[in-house]
């Protein structure tokens, strides 16, 4: 054969006697070191939607027809990133009473992110649904939103929580807070990447935000009389967060997800709240006062404590 000695080059079938003090150039010839690549197939987990009915519990949503307000219509975020360049994902919205569907790929529900929409993460991908387009263009009802994911040649479905879409009212989110976000940098544990993205999220709960109290730090001077002189005065303030009880899949959104934002801010919809001033009121997490887990029941009752976002209620004794 013309191609003996390509074949035997390729094979790399050493005929000398005595190889071993000769230098090994090319030791694994043609052949190259490969590596597998591993694939974290998603699995969906308990039906949110069952949960909910199980614990009898509705998570509301609310939209103004006739404000843009930010403070009077929320929005819901959802995200995937891939692991394959030939992954794809689709996100779609359910309305439960009708059982139509919308995909989510454009503007007309939100704002949508294909991937490479972010030049920090081109493999991230999501919609951010403002619930006032969709109630101007579907009404009120209940939906959910399916992440169809086809990874590795399997197919995988993942429902949301269902949101129970109603016009606002203050009297319709009396008894809530709403929680805003946003998330910048990479979650170890789920390998997502929002370094430089600023990707932004909200929840509502059953609950309450307040109840400031106000504390004063000193910065002193001690006199050779041992009069005490005050050089500056920062006001300090601490308040409290304090959820109905809810579902598992509301808790963990809030512990492992939310608190690890960048930026919160809360809005607070109390009717009987002390202050109506709490609305897009950033804030710092200072404390968890303890979770209570009723015994017959299977949510919880969260009971935090934050501090405020920017201390500049300050007073200075000089220029």
Known sequence: MNNTQELLDIAGINKDLFPCNQEIKCPYQERTISYATGVVIPEPGLDPEEIFKECCYVHYVFADANSSQDFKNDYSSFYHQR?????????????????????????????FFGFGSF?????????????KKVLATIGEGSFKILKRINIAGVDVEIPSVVFTLRQFSSRQADNTVRIDVIMNGRLVKSGVDFTGIGWKHSLR???????????????????????????SARQTNEYKFQTNLIP??????????????????????NLNN??????????????NEGTDYPVKSRKARLNLTFNDKFENNIKRNFR
Not at 208 to 216: A, D, K, L, N, V
Request: glycine share 6%; proline share 2%.
């Open 248 to 269: 598992d899949c509301l808790t963990n959104e809030i512990w492992d997800f939310m608190m690890l934002s960048n930026d919160i801010y809360f809005n607070d919809y």
């Open 205 to 231: 709960v059953p609950g309450f935000f307040g109840s400031r109290e106000p504390g004063i730090e000193e910065d002193n001077v001690i006199k050779r009389t041992y009069e005490k002189k005050q050089i």
């Open 83 to 111: 692991q394959l360049t030939n992954e794809t994902v689709d996100f779609v919205l359910v309305h439960l009473e009708l059982d139509d569907e919308y995909i989510l790929n454009d503007s007309t529900y939100g704002q």
């Open 119 to 131: 030049v920090d993460n081109i493999s991230l991908k999501g919609v951010k649904v403002e619930w």
């Open 274 to 287: 002390h202050s109506y001033d709490f609305i897009k009121f950033g804030a710092k997490f200072a404390s």
